[in-house]
């Protein structure tokens, strides 16, 4: 069974904690492209038209199996960074060899 859980993490960047037998780089994947499919929709406020973006950092569980929850959320928020560096609306997939010296896992 697929869990998910959801959490501001700070300002505007939220977390979001896939589980389940069928979450692999593929799923991931195509949960991230419906969610910024999602924010990309311009959503209207009286006169006004706002249309969002967001930059998806995505750790894989398999590869992060032996990092603390600190870690992880470092690894990720590495990834989200580096997909906001990269342009809007982007997702970058963090692999364990991305994960900056002395940061323990």
């Known amino acids: 069974m697929r869990q998910r859980s959801v959490a501001r993490h700070a300002g505007d960047e939220f977390t979001v904690l896939l589980t389940g037998p069928a979450i692999d780089r593929a799923a991931l994947e195509r949960i991230s492209r419906a969610i910024l499919l999602t924010l990309s929709q311009p959503i209207t406020f009286g006169a ?22 600190e870690a992880l959320l470092r690894a990720a928020d590495a990834a989200m960074y580096r997909a906001k560096v990269a342009g809007k609306a982007r997702i970058v997939v963090h692999e364990l060899h991305d994960l900056p010296a002395g940061v323990p896992g």
């Not at 006004?48 to 929850?69: D, E, F, Q």
């Open 48 to 69: 006004k038209v706002v249309k969002l973006s967001a930059s998806i950092g995505m750790l894989l569980r398999g590869r992060a199996a032996s990092l603390s929850g």
